[in-house]
């Protein structure tokens, strides 16, 4: 489905129990011309996750749909999801995108993943651990503000800075490991951390 200029598509698939392909979809939504879908829980432009309309509490966004970035506030506040699995072909996670989701526990990010925003997973109160890719130099304030089931964390080894607030009331976090390449850890990054026994370093950080 495409709006007036032939950019807006609206794709996934929804709570059917047979998601075989059935409609062919034009190439500017940036979709794998080989997918076809009739349904219309994946609201994409260009390649952008605008946001999920769909039913799934476990949602295995499909590799054909060709996106590449996840737009602000796509998941927010959905409440009803409860895990999450994201195609290695997304770069760029924009921010809120799935800020209040609060009983997601499990979220899979892509390898490929070199943008991570503002407040994208804050308060996902159930989530309790994360992956955070490698390729990820930098990644935004408040990151996990409000995560307070979050327990374990994969800093990515190529991570330079720490964002402002990033682990702010994560108050299951016991421990946590910062890479060797990170110079900088922003203001009060892990206020409200009050089971944090120990960050393990291996340098000398700039605290701001």
Request: aromatic residues 10%; contains cysteine; proline residues 4%.
């Amino acid at each position: 489905m495409q709006n007036k200029k032939g950019k807006l598509s609206l794709f996934g698939g929804g709570n059917k129990k047979n998601n075989s392909p059935v409609a062919s979809l034009g190439k500017k939504s940036g979709l794998n011309s080989n997918f076809k879908d009739p349904s219309s829980d994946y609201l994409i432009n260009d390649g952008s996750l605008i946001k999920y309309n769909g039913n799934e509490t476990h949602v295995n966004i499909p590799v054909e749909l060709g996106i590449t970035k996840i737009e602000q506030k796509a998941f927010y506040r959905r409440t009803d999801i409860k895990s999450i699995v994201i195609p290695d072909n997304v770069t760029s996670i924009a921010n809120y995108a799935f800020s209040g989701c609060e009983n997601l526990t499990s979220i899979t990010l892509p390898a490929n993943l070199d943008f991570l925003g503002n407040y994208a997973f804050e308060k996902c109160k159930s989530l309790t651990q994360v992956n955070l890719p490698d390729l990820l130099t930098s990644v935004g304030s408040y990151l996990f503000s409000g995560c307070s089931s979050l327990v374990s964390v994969h800093l990515p080894t190529e991570l330079r800075t720490i964002g402002n607030y990033m682990f702010e009331k994560c108050e299951s976090l016991i421990t946590i490991e910062i890479p060797k390449k990170v110079s900088a850890i922003g203001w009060k990054s892990f206020s409200g951390c009050s089971t944090l026994k120990n960050i393990a370093t291996e340098f000398q950080t700039k605290y701001n």
